[in-house]
């Protein structure tokens, strides 16, 4: 599995623990930019309204952070999740969040977690190659019976960054009477939680196969040999 694939761990529950489950609120690294309020707000509830759709029985989050606030110390999520399931609140607990990702390009193209997305380039046209901050959607489930982990994994969102690149001639030399052209990016800040559809994708990749997902990519080595 090649490292712009999150490959997921997921240990099914031995028995049916139940459709009831706590979503944490939506944390993202501090390595990405920000975005606005709403956006976060908008993606927070696609990933509400996916977990329903599959069936799933959304708690009161805020009576379960209450639980955690009595600890001296912030309880770590296997901890939480068996505090959670002693009060008999949930079944999971699902830990959601916007992480940092490294995404390959090549030509126009970027990709990383299981998606390929269009780079946001402006300027100079061209085919490019290497590597580019990207936005993916990471989610943990935990069971509450005995805090064991279901699930971890991601699915890409966007990138993090927009890149406008700039052309700079070089003078032809006495010693060199060919000019040449090489270029510079600048990389702008932009909403990589925007695209509804984007963030649609990364949800239903992040929680396979704990909630499949139709259309999976087994394979993710999606550039051909010859490009």
């Not at 009161?60 to 309880?75: G, L, N, Q």
């Amino acid at each position: 599995m090649s490292k712009q694939y999150y490959a997921p761990k997921y240990a099914p529950p031995k028995t049916d623990s139940g459709r009831r489950a706590i979503l944490h609120d939506t944390l993202a690294t501090p390595f990405l930019p920000p975005v606005e309020r709403a956006s976060r707000s908008a993606f927070h509830e696609q990933v509400t309204l996916y977990v329903e759709r599959a069936g799933y029985q959304l708690g009161d989050v805020k009576a379960a952070m209450a639980i955690a606030e009595t600890e001296k110390s912030a309880p770590t999520a296997p901890v939480f999740a068996r505090m959670l399931g002693a009060q008999d609140l949930c079944d999971y607990l699902f830990v959601p969040q916007v992480v940092m990702r490294q995404a390959e390009i090549q030509n126009t193209d970027a990709r990383w977690d299981g998606v390929l997305r269009p780079l946001p380039v402006s300027g100079v046209s061209g085919t490019w190659r290497g590597y580019q901050k990207a936005a993916s959607f990471k989610v943990s489930v935990f069971n509450c019976r005995d805090g064991s982990q279901v699930l971890e994994s991601a699915g890409g969102l966007d990138i993090a960054f927009n890149m406008h690149v700039t052309a700079h001639r070089v003078h032809a030399s006495a010693s060199n009477t060919t000019a040449s052209e090489y270029g510079t990016a600048e990389t702008l800040e932009r909403d990589y939680l925007a695209n509804s559809a984007y963030n649609e994708e990364a949800i239903a990749l992040a929680f396979h196969p704990f909630i499949p997902m139709t259309g999976y990519p087994e394979d993710p080595d999606w550039y051909p040999e010859s490009r």
